[in-house]
């Protein structure tokens, strides 16, 4: 690993420290090094509408030991005033000499990287993949004005989630269910099916779920409605799309309630129909080691008709573990 690699992985485990409290900002962290290549000053975005990384860094410095130095942030410095005045002024201010950025940023108002190289100082990228993979969230709302969608799934070894008699109890390890009840924590919102409601009775603790139903078929008595804030999307106030409801329309509806991130948990219809429309940004599959053998067996995907490997939805694995007896695979979609 070289020396400049090394300070930006510093920059993103800083950055996660932010993790929580930013949305719907980006995570970012920073590392200063003085002249010499001593490290002088850190610092991180720590909620939203506080100082950016680099400021929070360079403010922490008395006497200019950032002179002639080098700056490390995982996004490019902002160059407008928002909540609060441009990075690269400061940057500029305090006269480092070279700037290392992990990615460029989306937002179209932010234009640091030519103010900085105008300003005389040398400009360079590392580590740009990892870098926009820790802004996932952040680079899919600012560009498309949705939440980032991870759908999970737990099923056998063949695909199954179900017995054709509906029993689902259950698939996977407690430990890998443990896992899932953590998972949730991670996001703003839980959303699932009018179906799963009925077949599983499921709670789903969050501070947030979204519940598809379409013709409010769920009992208002289902244990899922008895904790947390909960937005059910019906033909009441959603549009539909071939006869059911619009999925990109209820997305585009829960950001603007504010919700930056969702984790669905379904059955087949569903994860079929979000893959098919390409609304998935990851997939956390867990994969029990069981084969049920039941053609007539719910399917993880439940699709349409296709006719060709060609056709398949693309996904590269970003990474995978053993959980409990289980194995867990995490899935990002293949642009
Ligand atoms: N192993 C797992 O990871 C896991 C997780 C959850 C559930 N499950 C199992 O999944 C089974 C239920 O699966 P399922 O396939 O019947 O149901 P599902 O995929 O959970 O939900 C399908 C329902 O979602 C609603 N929906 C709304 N908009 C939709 C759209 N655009 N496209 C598709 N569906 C839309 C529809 O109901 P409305 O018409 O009422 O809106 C539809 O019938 C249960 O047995 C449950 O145990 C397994």
């Given at each position: 690993?070289?020396?400049?690699?090394?300070?930006?992985?510093?920059?993103?485990a800083?950055?996660?420290?932010?993790?929580g409290?930013?949305?719907?900002?980006p995570l970012?962290?920073c590392?200063?090094?003085?002249?010499?290549?001593?490290?002088v000053?850190?610092?991180?975005?720590?909620?939203y509408?506080?100082n950016?990384?680099?400021?929070d860094?360079?403010?922490?410095?008395?006497?200019?030991?950032?002179?002639g130095?080098?700056?490390?942030?995982?996004?490019?410095?902002?160059?407008?005033?928002?909540?609060?005045?441009?990075?690269?002024?400061?940057?500029?201010?305090?006269?480092?000499?070279?700037?290392?950025?992990?990615?460029?940023?989306?937002?179209?108002?932010?234009?640091?990287?030519?103010?900085?190289?105008?300003?005389?100082?040398?400009?360079?990228?590392?580590?740009?993949?990892?870098?926009?993979?820790?802004n996932?969230?952040?680079?899919?709302?600012?560009?498309?004005?949705?939440?980032?969608?991870?759908?999970?799934?737990a099923?056998?070894?063949?695909?199954?989630?179900?017995?054709?008699?509906?029993?689902?109890?259950?698939?996977?390890?407690?430990?890998?269910?443990?896992?899932v009840?953590?998972?949730?924590?991670?996001?703003?919102?839980?959303?699932?099916?009018?179906?799963?409601?009925?077949?599983?009775?499921?709670?789903?603790?969050?501070?947030?779920?979204?519940i598809?139903?379409?013709?409010?078929?769920t009992?208002?008595?289902?244990?899922?409605?008895?904790?947390?804030e909960?937005?059910?999307?019906?033909?009441?106030?959603?549009?539909?799309?071939?006869?059911?409801?619009?999925?990109?329309?209820?997305?585009?509806?829960l950001?603007?309630?504010?919700?930056?991130?969702?984790?669905?948990?379904?059955g087949?219809?569903?994860?079929?129909?979000?893959i098919?429309?390409?609304?998935?940004?990851?997939?956390?599959?867990?994969?029990?080691?069981?084969?049920?053998?039941?053609?007539?067996?719910?399917?993880?995907?439940?699709?349409?008709?296709?006719s060709?490997?060609a056709?398949?939805?693309?996904?590269?694995?970003?990474?995978?573990?053993?959980?409990?007896?289980?194995?867990?695979?995490?899935?990002?979609t293949?642009?």
């Amino acid at each position: 690993m070289n020396i400049d690699e090394k300070y930006m992985r510093e920059c993103f485990a800083l950055a996660l420290q932010g993790k929580g409290s930013v949305a719907p900002n980006p995570l970012v962290g920073c590392v200063v090094l003085d002249k010499l290549g001593n490290v002088v000053s850190k610092g991180y975005h720590k909620k939203y509408g506080s100082n950016h990384a680099e400021r929070d860094a360079l403010l922490k410095l008395k006497n200019n030991e950032a002179e002639g130095g080098t700056l490390y942030v995982n996004l490019e410095p902002c160059s407008h005033f928002g909540k609060t005045p441009p990075c690269v002024d400061l940057i500029i201010e305090r006269k480092l000499a070279r700037v290392v950025i992990g990615m460029k940023d989306v937002n179209p108002l932010v234009d640091g990287i030519s103010k900085l190289k105008s300003a005389g100082i040398e400009v360079d990228f590392v580590l740009t993949s990892e870098a926009e993979y820790l802004n996932r969230v952040f680079i899919k709302n600012m560009s498309q004005k949705l939440p980032y969608v991870v759908l999970k799934t737990a099923s056998t070894m063949d695909g199954k989630i179900a017995s054709h008699t509906g029993d689902s109890k259950w698939i996977t390890s407690s430990e890998a269910r443990e896992e899932v009840y953590r998972m949730r924590r991670e996001f703003d919102c839980i959303m699932t099916s009018s179906n799963t409601v009925i077949a599983d009775n499921p709670t789903m603790e969050h501070r947030f779920k979204c519940i598809l139903d379409k013709d409010l078929r769920t009992d208002k008595n289902a244990k899922i409605y008895k904790q947390g804030e909960i937005y059910i999307a019906s033909k009441e106030n959603t549009p539909l799309k071939d006869g059911r409801l619009d999925l990109k329309a209820v997305l585009s509806e829960l950001y603007k309630k504010g919700i930056y991130s969702v984790f669905v948990e379904c059955g087949g219809m569903l994860a079929g129909t979000l893959i098919k429309e390409g609304l998935v940004d990851e997939i956390y599959q867990f994969i029990a080691p069981k084969i049920l053998n039941d053609n007539s067996g719910l399917s993880c995907f439940n699709g349409d008709n296709v006719s060709k490997i060609a056709d398949c939805k693309r996904f590269e694995i970003q990474e995978f573990k053993k959980i409990g007896t289980d194995m867990l695979i995490v899935y990002r979609t293949r642009v």
